[in-house]
């Protein structure tokens, strides 16, 4: 274990950089070869292809207007000087999407309740749209448990509406590592009932998971021991297959449950958010440039291009057996951000997720969040998609 010496193994952003340059070599070959059969979800409009063109009218809410900012992706209140990155919009390549529209969203959703479910990058998601809802309407927060909040409730009044978050960075039963026990231990074929056992108050469910799956584990399927990830004295299986039965298991859940009861409910998946990280995380100018990649400067493949075919072949599998079950109480959707956020290195927190971290100077060694977005940032476009694929739902533009 002498190459994690040093690094906090409760900050998964820490561990990214040397997991993902093992991760994206191993793979990167393989994955290259399946780029010209990539699957793509099946919607109306193909949001994973497109560019980021300049946009004047900027975010719709800032750092101090919204309240429920995580502190540590509060970019400009922290003190980060460049402004540009707020000031890009997505735009796709067959279609328009629109700006996110606070008042018809929440008329979409009226009664309702929208669930986020998985890690932290779940959480990020889920306050880009709180923070938009808010410049229309103010969400009530009546629910708080766990350490960092990491099971919270809100309602909004206006429109009868319940938003929700759940902790739950593997979708299955998992016991995270410790201090002691450097380790995650996963059971594939069980899913995680802190957010299962509430499927049935649930409207909309917005999974987003990806990044715990790098770390140390050990797994369990169907009572025996699968193999490991980095540990020593174990069959090494890598991480990639792990994360698609987890998946499978994970909608599984969802068709089987809902068949008992007669509520309707639409399930999303985000596809993989990648990082940004260009060498040490704890160096200067880990992530630090200040503009999107064009296309042509930044290939989807490698490790990153596997985590998102694999939850797109796990969702469009979920599709079929949600059909040959005949239920249809159960619609799968995926949010295919990864190619879009890939192009994004400038939206990270990156020192930022400190305040002020060179009020004494540049130092050489400084912490870097190259995982999570700055709030307003990219992450908004997540939920723009979102919003777009509800309203074509609503007014039958997809199948």
Same mark, same amino acid.
């Given at each position: 274990?002498?190459l ?6 409760h900050?998964p952003?820490?561990?990214a950089?040397?997991?993902?340059s ?13 780029n ?28 101090t207007?919204?309240d ?7 970019c ?13 919009r ?8 629109p ?11 009226k ?7 998985g ?21 009530n ?9 990491? $099971?919270?409730?809100?309602? !909004?009044?206006s429109?009868?509406l319940?938003?929700s /978050? @759940?902790?739950?960075?593997?979708? +299955?039963? %998992?016991?995270?590592?410790t ?24 409207? $909309?469910?917005?999974?987003? !998971? ?7 584990? /050990? @797994?369990?399927?169907?009572n025996? +021991?699968l %193999? ?32 008992l ?35 042509s400067?930044m290939i ?21 057996r ?18 879009l ?9 990156g ?16 912490q870097n ?7 307003p940032?990219?992450?908004?476009t ?18």
């Amino acid at each position: 274990m002498s190459l994690y010496i040093g690094i906090d193994y409760h900050k998964p952003y820490n561990l990214a950089a040397y997991f993902w340059s093992k991760a994206h070599s191993f793979l990167i070959a393989k994955s290259r070869q399946k780029n010209s059969s990539l699957i793509k979800p099946c919607l109306g409009c193909d949001h994973s292809q497109g560019e980021w063109v300049p946009n004047k009218l900027g975010p719709l809410y800032n750092g101090t207007t919204c309240d429920t900012i995580k502190q540590g992706q509060n970019c400009v209140v922290y003190g980060r000087p460049d402004k540009d990155y707020l000031h890009w919009r997505w735009s796709p390549k067959n279609c328009k999407l629109p700006r996110f529209d606070p008042r018809n969203f929440l008329k979409l959703l009226k009664n309702k309740h929208i669930a986020f479910v998985g890690d932290s990058l779940a959480r990020n998601q889920l306050e880009s749209m709180l923070c938009m809802i808010s410049t229309v309407s103010k969400p009530n927060l009546y629910y708080t448990d766990g350490e960092d909040n990491k $099971f919270r409730k809100w309602y !909004i009044p206006s429109h009868n509406l319940n938003v929700s /978050i @759940y902790w739950s960075p593997f979708l +299955v039963k %998992g016991v995270e590592k410790t201090n002691e026990n450097n380790f995650n231990t996963l059971y594939l074929d069980l899913v995680d009932e802190k957010w299962a056992k509430e499927l049935k108050n649930m409207d $909309f469910l917005v999974f987003s !998971i990806g990044h715990w799956y790098l770390h140390p584990a /050990i @797994y369990h399927y169907k009572n025996s +021991v699968l %193999g490991c990830h980095f540990r020593e004295n174990c069959t090494e299986i890598g991480f990639f297959d792990v994360f698609g039965k987890a998946l499978k298991t994970a909608f599984l859940s969802v068709i089987d449950r809902k068949a008992l009861d007669k509520n309707a409910i639409s399930v999303f998946l985000t596809t993989f958010s990648p990082a940004h990280f260009e060498g040490e995380w704890d160096k200067f100018g880990a992530c630090a440039k200040t503009r999107p990649y064009k296309e042509s400067e930044m290939i989807l493949d490698g490790a990153i291009e596997e985590m998102r075919r694999i939850g797109v072949v796990e969702l469009k599998e979920a599709k079929i057996r949600a059909k040959g079950f005949g239920n249809n109480n159960v619609r799968f959707e995926g949010l295919d951000i990864t190619k879009l956020a890939l192009l994004r290195p400038d939206g990270h927190p990156g020192p930022y997720m400190n305040a002020f971290p060179f009020a004494n100077g540049i130092s050489e060694r400084v912490q870097n969040d190259c995982v999570h977005w700055c709030l307003p940032g990219p992450i908004d476009t997540w939920n723009e998609i979102l919003f777009d694929v509800i309203k074509r739902w609503d007014k039958g533009k997809i199948l």
